[in-house]
């Protein structure tokens, strides 16, 4: 659906005129679990995103409805305190609460959302939702808001209103997305530049989702701070590698494995980085294959799934590597590609994963594209044409 078709949908729902602003998904090419670890990661966002239509009001009520879900929620700006929305509206009543938190003053409004990123696949269409909104809810005001700043609000909904602590990562990929450039971030000074990225990608989704990963994830971020805790810091970023090889020996098991995950996984973007740089897609390979390793064995955040998946893709030719990619337990794997890869490749990868897990999966080519903006109608320009 096009900004003009939702901007139809739009009018038949709540009446009047709105305006389009779209956030895309993003995939993590890799630095994974990094981000909350004040460390390093290397994501790029993808074609895929969500549009929301929304159009002021002359109150202070926040109305939303989304196509991909059922039902149409409201809350009100001036009671912040009101209790948690049910389902998918948390995301807008957290990024409505945090904005005016925030000091902005916004004003009511209708939101109609409608997206095109597979839902829960890992593709993070809750950051470009938190995004989206965050972006109409203040343009709609005519207020500024610095990107950094937007993607942060996002990231506070998610860990208030959805109970997820998540890194910075997501939002900050969906606002700061840039046409085939992936984003080199520093999750602790959030220092970051494009590096410009000519490879193909497949993103090969399981069509997985095991129940248990948001509350992995959370416990993933208390264990890391239990390793910090050992080296006497706050976080893993203080930890060098020497120092943690020196003395891992008397580490608890767990603490180690996710040590070693972290310190080395930071070390891979760093190389990645290099690798893209220079044009080595050997050594960028070589990272995306060792990151997957360390997401199975030392981390542990993978599942049967993702590892036949990207076992199945490096088996095929024309793969160069493949990864688990995203918050783990499910979701999405991202298979790094020759440029002149058989069409058939998805089938091949789908043939060997369907008959050993019994599913369906689902494949992306998706381009790497830009970040958050508003849609320009172009109905005017077709007029004049
Ligand atoms: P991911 O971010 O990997 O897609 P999450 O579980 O973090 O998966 O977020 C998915 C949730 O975000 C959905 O269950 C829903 O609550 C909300 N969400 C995402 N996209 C939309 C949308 N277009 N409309 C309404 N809610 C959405
Ligand atoms: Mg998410």
Redesign the pocket.
């Known amino acids: 659906m096009n900004a003009g078709q939702l901007k139809e949908a739009f009018f038949s729902r709540f009446g009047g005129e709105a305006r389009v602003f779209r956030a895309p998904?993003r995939v993590n090419l890799i630095g994974e679990h990094t981000d909350y670890n004040d460390g390093f990661v290397l994501p790029a966002a993808i074609g895929f995103a969500?549009n929301v239509a929304a159009a002021g009001r002359n109150d202070r009520k926040i109305r939303a409805a989304?196509?991909?879900?059922a039902g149409e929620y409201e809350f009100d700006l001036d009671q912040p305190n009101a209790s948690i929305l049910p389902?998918?509206a948390?995301?807008v009543q957290g990024v409505g609460t945090i904005l005016e938190r925030e000091g902005f003053r916004l004003g009511g409004a209708d939101l109609l959302?409608?997206?095109d990123?597979?839902?829960?696949?890992?593709?993070?269409?809750?950051?470009?939702?938190e995004v989206a909104v965050g972006f109409a809810l203040t343009r709609i005001v005519g207020a500024e808001i610095d990107g950094m700043k937007l993607a942060q609000v996002g990231q506070r909904a998610?860990h208030e209103f959805?109970g997820?602590r998540s890194g910075i990562m997501?939002q900050f990929a969906s606002v700061f997305g840039r046409d085939e450039n992936a984003l080199f971030l520093d999750c602790r000074s959030l220092d970051w530049s494009a590096v410009p990225v000519s490879s193909r990608f497949l993103i090969c989704n399981t069509k997985t989702?095991h129940e248990l990963a948001?509350g992995e994830y959370n416990r993933r971020r208390a264990e890391c701070e239990r390793a910090a805790a050992f080296f006497g810091k706050t976080s893993l970023r203080d930890v060098s590698i020497e120092d943690f090889e020196r003395s891992r020996s008397q580490m608890p098991v767990i603490e180690q494995k996710r040590a070693r995950h972290i310190l080395y996984e930071n070390r891979r973007v760093l190389d990645s980085v290099q690798a893209l740089r220079v044009g080595d897609i050997a050594s960028f390979a070589r990272q995306i294959d060792a990151s997957h390793e360390s997401l199975r064995d030392d981390f542990q955040i993978s599942c049967r799934e993702l590892d036949v998946m990207v076992e199945a893709a490096r088996r095929q030719p024309g793969v160069l590597a493949a990864r688990m990619t995203?918050?783990g337990f499910g979701?999405c794997a991202i298979a790094l590609l020759e440029d002149d890869v058989s069409l058939d490749l998805p089938d091949a990868i789908a043939m060997e994963y369907k008959e050993e897990t019994g599913i369906e999966p689902e494949f992306y080519e998706c381009r790497i594209g830009g970040g958050v903006r508003e849609l320009q109608d172009r109905r005017r320009d077709i007029i004049k044409s």
């Open positions: 998904g969500t989304s196509l991909n879900f389902g998918w948390r995301y959302i409608n997206s990123i597979p839902i829960g696949a890992g593709l993070s269409s809750s950051a470009a939702l998610e959805a997820v997501d989702k948001d995203g918050g979701g």
